[in-house]
């Protein structure tokens, strides 16, 4: 055997030189959406709260978000969190989450992946049948609740922050498609929802760029139109996050499809966990679902959430409501990324 090859089998572990910048991550998958979850290796961060902790990473450390988000690292569709102190006592803790463009106000897949990762990692106490957080996101307080029995993980539940619809049954015209109707609804991050039957669009694979293409004329075509996207309570929510379709379901035994397109035309494999929230608020205003009662949302990779509605509350000028939406997540994988401080692409790069 040629001694090259058995340096080889010997000498596997890279050793990073000590001015090299470190981070480690846990990698997982939610429906087929990716999570990267940051353990250590960024910055210690200024801040009061989760809102005061993204402001200050978006101001100073947003090359850190780059270099994991982007490519090399990552890819147009990758996603992140960033794990943070809880805004009080009575959290367990928070997190941050990263996208290509930026920093989202929630994330349900994100929060389905982050529960079973605490139970997998032992971050909390193991308890069955199930085990209940509560994360600090952006948009609020978020409950989750980790089904267990016999050892092994179910599934994971979530209550969202108080979902509400701003507006139903909106036309707006867009270039290249013409008019569009479309709902707007919360669900710790605002949606504007349309349904794909007038357009006779699949919300398939096959289709993955037109649905690209079309989602973000949508949404800024909406952005720039005089409607009003304002929470009633914070600022830094009041903004319009991505498109998603609606559809008639593809596979058997669930209800209808979603497809997001959200931030910089990225594709949610799932079937969004925000999003979802933000459809029990529709069909509960419309009378299409009632208290207690479930539907399954399948996604553009056939993975599938239950969403239900879990009580009514008054949120500001808004009858809102607390969805729950059902789901399961996997770890992929583990890294321990390195930046040379030499290399050109350092900071990332994103062709798409």
Not at 38 to 63: M, S
Not at 227 to 240: A, G, M, R, V, Y
Not at 268 to 284: E, L, N, Q
Not at 294 to 306: A, C, D, L
Request: aromatic residues 10%; hydrophobic residues 35%.
């Amino acid at each position: 055997m040629p001694n090259t090859y058995k340096n080889i089998l010997q000498q596997t572990h890279f050793s990073a030189p000590k001015h090299w910048h470190q981070i480690h991550t846990i990698d997982m998958h939610t429906g087929g959406e990716p999570l990267r979850v940051i353990l250590n290796g960024f910055p210690e961060l200024k801040g009061n709260n989760i809102l005061e902790y993204r402001n200050y990473v978006r101001d100073n450390y947003d090359y850190l978000r780059k270099a994991l988000m982007h490519e090399p690292r990552g890819h147009a569709d990758m996603y992140g969190c960033l794990l943070l102190p809880p805004n009080d006592e009575e959290g367990d803790f928070g997190i941050l989450f990263l996208h290509n463009e930026g920093y989202s106000t929630m994330c349900g897949h994100a929060i389905i992946a982050i529960s079973t990762l605490a139970v997998q990692m032992g971050w909390v106490e193991y308890q069955e049948p199930f085990t209940t957080l509560h994360i600090d996101a952006p948009c609020g307080r978020i409950t989750s609740f980790v089904h267990i029995n016999n050892g092994i993980i179910q599934n994971v539940s979530f209550h969202c922050v108080p979902s509400f619809v701003l507006a139903l049954d909106l036309q707006i015209d867009v270039p290249q498609i013409g008019k569009v109707s479309y709902d707007i609804a919360y669900g710790g991050a605002f949606y504007a929802y349309v349904n794909t039957h007038s357009f006779k669009l699949d919300l398939t694979p096959k289709n993955y760029n037109l649905l690209i293409r079309q989602g973000m004329a949508i949404k800024k075509a909406i952005i720039a139109s005089e409607q009003k996207i304002d929470h009633p309570f914070e600022e830094d929510l009041s903004f319009l996050y991505g498109t998603i379709f609606i559809g008639g379901p593809i596979s058997e035994g669930v209800d209808s499809r979603n497809v997001c397109i959200f931030a910089d035309g990225e594709v949610d494999r799932c079937p969004t966990g925000s999003g979802v929230s933000g459809r029990m608020a529709i069909h509960y205003l419309r009378k299409e679902i009632g208290m207690g009662e479930e539907m399954s949302i399948e996604s553009i990779t056939g993975s599938v959430f239950k969403g239900s509605i879990v009580k009514e509350v008054e949120y500001g000028p808004f009858q809102a409501v607390i969805p729950r939406v059902t789901g399961t997540a996997h770890i992929t994988g583990q890294h321990q990324f390195l930046i040379d401080p030499q290399d050109p692409f350092k900071n990332g790069f994103f062709l798409r």
